[in-house]
């Protein structure tokens, strides 16, 4: 858990106050919408088709019991009594009264969560692994480093007004569970040959109506330099981004325009004038990051519990474990994975009492902390073997032990047209057909690993474009409509998928999607032959044919 | 903001209301004949030509206090004269999700 400090606390308690007085002149028509909006954006509120939006950040994907306790009292309170959780360690509610916004901020401050810079052209969350600090093998937690980012860019004069959104992603593992280089900069904390800690930083990532995947700009920069590098890249984003046109803003045109040499010369200029500045990170600052970062007392404990041994004769038990449970750093314990994605329900949303009840299993079976993922899942990172068996019947009580993690069913969708007011078509009616298709979890498990992702619209906030399939929303005369790519990838072999064909109605996407599955049964080289390889093996001919060779 | 007066020409092609969504609490509104506001889109005035919807539209955004994002939407009307909404979008503004809410209400 990361400990706040006083400054921080102050300081929230400084902007609730702040947007309490501008919605209060607000509502009296003292400020008009013009004038108000920038201010809004500033504190994470949108309007979505029917009602304001809400979206608090959640830093680096780690909650306490309280404070997850707290998100569920602002979804019963305040709202209608769930949350849906995002794509980028971010909740959204999606019925907030604007009169009443301020004590739900009010009541999150509590707990030191905020929605600073959640929207607007700002430093966005800076996003982690939500297994940062439990994953096997891992560098360093990632965690001490988004926080020290945090810190430098948060309400930063020079970052709160950027051509456009920025977003950043840290990952400390060999695989990449943060979808860095689908960033603005994307940080691979990584051991130079000198056993130095540092990172290769990755710029130019990202989806939307032009899709980048993001490129290495230096293979080594060392941790103590890694707030004047990026500043260094921010200066030259700030100089040159295009502020003049919306859809050219972000950096990744801007890199893709000058060419990754060229703009990585730039930043190399900018650099060396910053890197000796106030900017290094020296020992101490580093070490008081850390030192906020408190791990709880693990027991030593057996590899194989008895608890578990007996608990394994019962094949639902085993079929989740297997699916859901994670190797953990420390023996004994395991990271365990929480579906939000039961069959047929909307991918990502918790209701305040499932919070709730995470909220008192986390506390009783993993040290009071939770996780939230990119992939709109949560997790608990710290479980003892010994109390898997009793944590799954818990959990399936309340619905949180689908056991479909990281397969067909375990959809990534952004809210589409039924909340949004940008999307074209829906995307949660989808992705609920598709889990009912594939609601037999032995049959998604011999499916094997299988990402789909769902974006109403062609700002990609279900990233799409690098799910294995990837389904997004048009619309063709009034009518809802869905181009379908496959082979796109988020993780460290990040790809961008390839669209098998014209797009087919609402009413076709899950036989479509079916077929490609189908077809990738018929044509993989053996059952562990992944979907995402076998269409790296044979590309998307044969599954287009399959899909188009009856409609 | 350009105001969605000077955005594009106005030029409506059937039957149109004028919707927004309410300040307070966000809940999507449509003008009325009596220059106010219902929730309720049977409520709503009904603009056929791309004069009248202007003027509507104009009167819309000058309640900056009590409305936000007001803008021209096409709708239907049937036979035994309801007014239904012309889109998807509208439809799902209009009548609610297509969907079940985790909680219901
Ligand atoms: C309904 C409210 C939402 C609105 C109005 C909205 C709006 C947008 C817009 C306009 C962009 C494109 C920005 C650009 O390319 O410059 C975007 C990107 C993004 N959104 Fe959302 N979004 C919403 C909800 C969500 C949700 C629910 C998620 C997560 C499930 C999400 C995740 C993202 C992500 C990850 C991107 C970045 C994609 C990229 O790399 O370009 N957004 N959003
Ligand atoms: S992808 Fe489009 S439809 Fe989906 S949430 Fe983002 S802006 Fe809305």
């Not at chain 1, 960033?183 to 290769?200: M, Q, S, V, Y």
């Not at chain 1, 990532?205 to 980048?212: K, N, Q, S």
């Not at chain 1, 989740?320 to 991918?347: A, C, D, E």
Request: aromatic fraction near 8%.
């Amino acid at each position: 858990m990361y400990a706040y400090d006083e400054l921080d606390r102050t300081l929230l308690h400084e902007r609730v106050e702040e947007f309490r007085d501008q919605v209060k002149r607000r509502l009296s028509g003292e400020l008009t919408e013009d004038e108000f909006k920038i201010l809004r954006l500033q504190n994470g509120v949108y309007l979505q088709l029917h009602a304001y939006m809400f979206r608090v950040a959640i830093p680096y994907g780690t909650l306490s019991t309280k404070q997850l306790r707290a998100l569920a009292h602002v979804a019963r309170r305040y709202d209608r009594g769930y949350g849906h959780f995002t794509t980028r360690q971010n909740i959204q509610f999606n019925w907030i009264k604007l009169a009443e916004l301020p004590d739900a901020l009010a009541d999150l401050a509590e707990v030191g969560i905020h929605a600073m810079q959640t929207s607007g052209n700002n430093m966005r969350n800076v996003t982690s692994d939500q297994w940062a600090g439990v994953a096997p093998g891992e560098v360093e937690d990632p965690r001490i480093w988004s926080e020290l980012l945090r810190q430098h860019t948060t309400l930063h004069p020079e970052f709160s007004f950027l051509p456009r959104k920025f977003k950043i992603a840290i990952t400390a593992s060999e695989h990449d569970r943060a979808a860095i280089k689908i960033h603005d900069i994307g940080l691979r904390l990584h051991k130079n040959a000198d056993g130095e800690t540092g990172f290769e930083v990755l710029v130019g990532g990202g989806l939307g109506r032009t899709p980048f995947i993001a490129k290495t700009i230096k293979p080594f920069v060392h941790g103590r330099d890694i707030l004047s590098y990026v500043e260094a890249i921010l200066r030259v984003y700030n100089q040159y981004g295009r502020r003049d046109n919306i859809y050219k803003a972000r950096i990744k045109i801007l890199v893709h325009e000058l060419g990754i040499e060229k703009f990585g010369k730039e930043v190399e200029e900018e650099w060396q004038q910053l890197r000796d500045s106030a900017l290094t990170l020296d020992d101490g600052a580093i070490e008081e990051v850390r030192s906020r970062f408190s791990y709880p007392a693990y027991e030593k404990l057996p590899h194989m519990p008895d608890e578990l041994k007996q608990a394994a004769h019962d094949p639902l038990f085993e079929r989740w474990r297997k699916n859901s449970v994670f190797p953990h750093k420390v023996q004994g314990y395991s990271i365990v994975t929480l579906s939000l994605k039961p069959v047929g329900g909307p991918p990502g949303d918790a209701t305040a009492e499932q919070m709730d009840v995470i909220a008192d299993l986390a506390d009783r079976y993993s040290f009071g902390e939770i996780r939230v993922g990119h992939e709109q899942n949560l997790a608990l990172p710290h479980v003892a073997k010994r109390d898997l068996p009793a944590l799954w019947k818990a959990l399936d009580k309340a619905g949180l032990a689908t056991p479909n993690v990281n397969l067909v069913s375990d959809i990534i969708a952004c809210p589409g047209l039924d909340y949004c007011s940008l999307a074209n078509a829906r995307s949660i009616p989808i992705a609920q057909e598709l889990t009912r298709r594939f609601a037999n979890h032995d049959t998604a498990g011999l499916i094997g690993r299988l990402h789909i992702n769902i974006s109403g619209c062609i700002n990609a906030c279900g990233h799409h474009h690098v799910g294995h399939i990837g389904i997004l929303g048009v619309e063709k005369n009034g009518e809802e409509f869905y181009q379908i790519t496959i082979g796109g990838r988020a993780d460290e072999g990040a790809a961008l998928g390839t669209l098998i064909g014209p797009s087919v109605p609402y009413g076709e996407v899950a036989d479509v999607v079916e077929d490609i599955v189908e077809a990738y049964l018929a044509l993989r080289y053996s059952p562990d032959e992944l979907f995402i390889d076998t269409v790296k093996r044979l590309g998307v001919e044969p599954f287009k044919e399959r899909v188009y060779a009856t409609r | 903001m350009t105001s969605p007066l000077e955005q594009k020409k106005i030029r409506i092609t059937g039957p149109s209301v004028v919707t927004a969504n309410r300040t307070h609490d966000g809940v999507v509104i449509y003008r009325t004949p009596q220059h106010g506001w219902s929730s309720r889109l049977a409520d709503a005035a009904i603009v056929r030509t791309s004069d009248d919807a202007r003027a509507l539209l104009a009167e819309a955004v000058a309640d900056d206090v009590g409305a936000i994002g007001a803008y021209i939407a096409p709708v239907a009307i049937k036979d035994n004269g309801e007014i239904a909404p012309g889109n998807l979008r509208e439809h799902i503004r209009s009548e609610g999700l297509t969907i079940e809410l985790p909680v219901p209400a």
